[in-house]
């Protein structure tokens, strides 16, 4: 079959909601698409660990502190799933990580944001996690295999973190005046940040319908942030903190709520690299991985040497 007769069966398949694997014939399109949007998303959960990592020996108790440890080891470990699943595609992991250390991939824009205190751990359990769960959750039904099993995987443990996130929060909230402060004053400044994670409005997102053609997505980022919305106004409301959007109410028509406007100057800066932390981020995992050469040299040597001897001794 020519190239043309290709993408027509490749599309079929898609159409009758067939899973697409490594060895598959694929449009070279599709497969750029699913290298950029993966590592893009391994990016992510590296760069995650560090706001929260900054708190693990802070943390108010030692059952907290083994919790943000367990969290933090965790997004390590999806990390590295994804990028497992991306080099099915043909790319290699050092080629990944060091196109997003020196500037030339990207990561979400929600982690280039201070952690001040311990109430920002608390709401990014509860927000940022319950955003990444219903992204996650809809990418666990993508069309390339090995991305829908990596995130199948990484939603079971992203469920525990919103929970413990949201169970942390609603103590605050029904503490002290000056924890109740500090949990609203952390939900204010992440609440527009988390919006903006799900990307660009859909009129001026440059991927999205193409992806949804393909099924790597199966909702637009808007429909994305409006189920957010839908199941986070009603959770605020149960642990008492409030929403930072005086435009949020209740459209019985739709059966939806209604948000204010995102501030999109301040997302499109922080992609650019301008956000409040873009730069100490960056420099820290770079700095990360040029001073841990010297241990992936010495995996690398091993697993050459153990390679020889067991041939040698075959």
């Not at 020996?57 to 991306?86: F, I």
């Not at 990944?96 to 944001?113: H, M, P, Q, R, T």
């Amino acid at each position: 079959m020519d190239t043309k007769e290709k993408s027509d069966v490749f599309q079929k398949r898609i159409d009758n909601g067939e899973k697409i694997e490594p060895k598959d014939w694929m449009p070279e399109r599709y497969r750029k698409q699913l290298i950029r949007m993966m590592s893009q998303h391994a990016h992510s959960e590296i760069v995650g660990m560090l706001p929260e990592g900054n708190w693990i020996t802070r943390a108010p108790s030692l059952k907290r502190k083994m919790v943000l440890l367990a969290k933090v080891q965790d997004e390590a470990g999806h990390g590295l799933y994804l990028y497992s699943a991306t080099e099915t595609l043909g790319v290699k992991r050092k080629d990944l990580v060091e196109d997003y250390l020196y500037g030339k991939a990207k990561y979400s824009s929600i982690f280039n944001y201070p952690t001040l205190t311990y109430a920002d751990i608390c709401v990014i359990g509860w927000l940022v996690d319950g955003a990444a769960i219903v992204n996650q959750t809809m990418l666990a039904k993508s069309s390339y295999g090995p991305y829908a099993r990596a995130n199948l995987r990484i939603c079971k443990e992203e469920s525990f973190h919103k929970k413990q996130g949201y169970e942390m929060l609603a103590k605050m909230a029904g503490g002290t005046p000056e924890q109740q402060k500090m949990a609203q004053d952390a939900v204010n400044r992440w609440w527009w940040p988390t919006l903006m994670m799900f990307g660009p409005p859909d009129e001026e997102s440059p991927n999205s319908a193409e992806l949804i053609t393909w099924a790597v997505k199966t909702k637009t980022n808007d429909e994305l942030r409006q189920s957010f919305v839908d199941r986070t106004v009603m959770e605020a409301r149960k642990i008492g903190v409030t929403l930072p959007d005086p435009d949020l109410k209740y459209n019985e028509e739709t059966g939806h709520w209604e948000y204010g406007e995102i501030p999109w100057d301040e997302f499109w800066r922080v992609i650019k690299g301008d956000g409040p932390m873009n730069r100490e981020r960056l420099k820290a995992r770079r700095k990360a991985y040029e001073e841990g050469a010297w241990v992936r040299e010495a995996a690398m040597e091993y697993a050459r040497k153990k390679k020889y001897r067991e041939g040698k001794a075959s």
